[in-house]
């Protein structure tokens, strides 16, 4: 069965650092959205891809978070600097207009972010 | 703007009871979907069940129902004969078809903040 992959699944690193985590969606899949989960809340949408395009980044914290996805495939969520209120679940999904389910979204296993 | 309410933050039963958790929805728009998603210990997301804003028949699979009513705006999730893996956290959701773009496709989704289920043996 397809699913989205994501890595790594675990990442520790120090406030300051730059850290960037990867994302290959369900193969076909045109939309591609970020979440970042802390713990004890729901997630929340960062950014959505429509293909290379983004379609909202509203609640992007531009000043340090960028998100790619240079060829409509996999895509790269950046954080530099890292703070330590960044640390979460950072969930990539998936979903397609023409397939069924259509705009069922599919989701990744999560990246795991500690700043210390 | 879409808001999804989950005013339970954590429910404790023993195996084999009933256990309903409670969604209240706020959207403008008419068209949207529902969504129930559970997180166990481990950390993904499992669907469980969409509903779009046309469709509100009560949905049954197994042991799981929901009870969709555009009146009050709820979407209610009812685990029946609980079990000791029903154990997580249990989001409910909602997003609307995507206007920003050609293609169609849906905006992202707006959790809420979960409910956390504890089942005792």
């Known amino acids: 069965e397809a699913e989205v992959a994501q890595s790594p699944r675990y990442k520790i690193t120090e406030k300051s650092q730059a850290v960037a985590f990867w994302c290959d969606p369900i193969?076909?899949?045109?939309?591609l959205y970020w979440y970042r989960q802390i713990l004890g809340q729901g997630p929340e949408l960062l950014v959505q891809f429509q293909d290379e395009s983004v379609v909202d980044d509203s609640q992007l914290p531009k000043d340090r978070f960028s998100a790619e996805r240079l060829k409509g495939v996999d895509s790269t969520l950046k954080i530099q600097p890292a703070e330590l209120g960044d640390s979460a679940m950072y969930l990539c999904?998936?979903?397609?207009?023409?397939?069924?389910?259509?705009?069922?979204?599919?989701f990744g296993p999560g990246t795991r972010l500690t700043v210390l | 703007a879409q808001k999804v309410t989950q005013a339970q933050t954590e429910i404790s039963v023993v195996e084999k009871e009933d256990v309903t958790l409670d969604c209240v929805y706020e959207?403008?728009?008419?068209?949207?979907?529902l969504f129930w998603y559970k997180q166990p210990p481990s950390g993904e997301l499992v669907f469980l069940i969409r509903?779009?804003?046309?469709?509100?028949q009560n949905e049954i699979s197994g042991r799981y129902s929901w009870n969709f009513q555009k009146s009050t705006s709820s979407f209610n999730f009812t685990i029946t004969a609980s079990q000791v893996v029903d154990s997580a956290v249990y989001f409910c959701?909602?997003?609307?078809?995507?206007?920003?773009?050609?293609?169609?496709?849906?905006?992202?989704?707006?959790f809420g903040k979960g409910t956390h289920l504890i089942i005792q043996p």
């Open positions: 509903r779009n804003s046309f469709d509100e």
């Open positions: 999904a998936s979903s397609s207009f023409y397939y069924p389910p259509h705009n069922e979204q599919f």
């Open positions: 959701a909602l997003s609307e078809p995507a206007l920003k773009y050609s293609g169609g496709g849906a905006d992202g989704l707006t």
């Open positions: 193969s076909g899949h045109a939309t």
């Open positions: 959207t403008r728009d008419t068209t949207y979907y």
